[in-house]
């Protein structure tokens, strides 16, 4: 389903006191909660307390960068592929090195429940592995508010096949936010699991399809403020921007040539890139090796 890349379950390792570690290893995930399908990504902090240079490298016939995932019943959770490729890494004395990894990506984590999560670093002049302290996360599913199912049309990637798209709401501690997901279900693939933000609950954002049956949204994000996001059959998040109310409230019309527009209100912050904090399942983090 996912584009596995070079992560391998290591085992359940024993931390090891940093008091005496030489290697310090740090894991952070932004969230307890997420969503099904949505991307986890973890940042892995290495540093170097050895005093001196260090190169961490594959030997002994272990992996020297790996992850260990255990579910809720305390059962390990393998890879999606054993086969990777790590280059080695030069530490500098007192330097530390991150790098971000989408766990969800790498392992199957989509059924839902709760993981216990650490990462590891083998030294292996040492011949000792290095862990951080575990971190846990709960996986559910959201509230379906809408969906249809679509046809790819010609011309595009993946035309004569279907895709589904689903808007779900999903709550976490401090807000209720609004996804967008789109899957090819006969296949198995899920192409992307958006969050695109904020969903207040005066009522469901406005969903609009256009004549290549790509989605158009337009939710209320704030006071007098509306969210717009376009996304593609494949995933791809094409367009987002703000609109505030102004003289008129703005809303989504479907033109009589198929295309899809934000009548009404004021455009606020337009966007000429897509947003960088919103991944998409397909993406792959900064920093991590080539498979």
Known sequence: MFRALFIIFAGWIILLPS???????ELKISR?????Y?????TVSITNRAGRDIVLQDADNQKWFSFSIFNGDDSPVGPRDL????????????????????????YPINEFGLYRIRASVYFAELHKYFSSVPVSIEISEGKLIWQQVVGVPEGQEGAGTNRVISLLSFRLPDQNQLYVRVEDREAGIVYCNHSIGRLLESGPPQALLDLQNQIHLLQLVGPATYGYTKVGLNGELLEQSSYNQVKSRPHLKKQANGNVTVVGGQMEQ???QVQS????????????PEH
């Open 19 to 25: 008091l005496h570690a030489q290697i310090q290893v």
């Open 83 to 106: 086969n990777y490729q790590v280059s080695p890494l030069t530490i500098p004395a007192g330097q530390t090195l991150k790098r971000k990894v989408n766990l969800n990506e790498l």
């Open 270 to 272: 337009p966007k000429d």
């Open 38 to 42: 949505e991307p986890v990504v973890a």
């Open 32 to 36: 307890r909660f997420f969503m099904t």
């Open 277 to 288: 904090n919103v991944p998409k399942l397909s993406d792959r983090p900064a920093g991590l």
